[in-house]
């Protein structure tokens, strides 16, 4: 019903920047909420931030808070993520979420539809 596709992804020097953008199709009306997500190997996927479609009202994780900036195009259908002072910790595959839910979700089963995931790797 919803297709959304990551790009932005790839390799960065640690301290450095990349900005991820996540394209929504399909049936768009229907999403309230867009979120990023991250899963490292071995790990749980988690959150990194989300933000309300309408009002634009935004959350981040305590370890991206400061760095990293969630920001829309609401005609575009467009959710971004800039990255900045990425750290090696940072290293996972980030997936672009859409909810239907109203409410911001911070856990990955509040989000109905998933984009395949790209790899963002920052070196030491």
């Known amino acids: 019903q919803v297709q959304l596709v990551e790009s932005g992804g790839g390799l960065v020097q640690a301290g450095g920047s990349l900005k991820l953008s996540c394209a929504a199709s399909?049936?768009?009306?229907?999403?309230?909420?867009m979120g990023w997500f991250r899963q490292a190997p071995g790990k749980e996927r988690e959150i990194v931030a989300a933000?309300?479609?309408?009002?634009?009202?935004?959350d981040y994780a305590n370890s991206v808070n400061g760095r990293f900036i969630i920001s829309r195009e609401k005609a575009k259908y467009t959710m971004y993520l800039q990255m900045n002072s990425l750290r090696p910790e940072d290293t996972a595959v980030y997936y672009c979420?859409?909810?239907?839910?109203?409410?911001?979700?911070?856990?990955?089963?509040?989000?109905?539809?998933w984009g395949k995931g790209i790899l963002v790797t920052v070196s030491p």
């Open positions: 979420a859409a909810s239907t839910d109203p409410l911001i979700a911070t856990l990955p089963d509040g989000y109905h539809y």
């Open positions: 399909g049936h768009t009306v229907s999403v309230f909420a």
């Open positions: 933000v309300s479609w309408s009002g634009g009202i935004t």
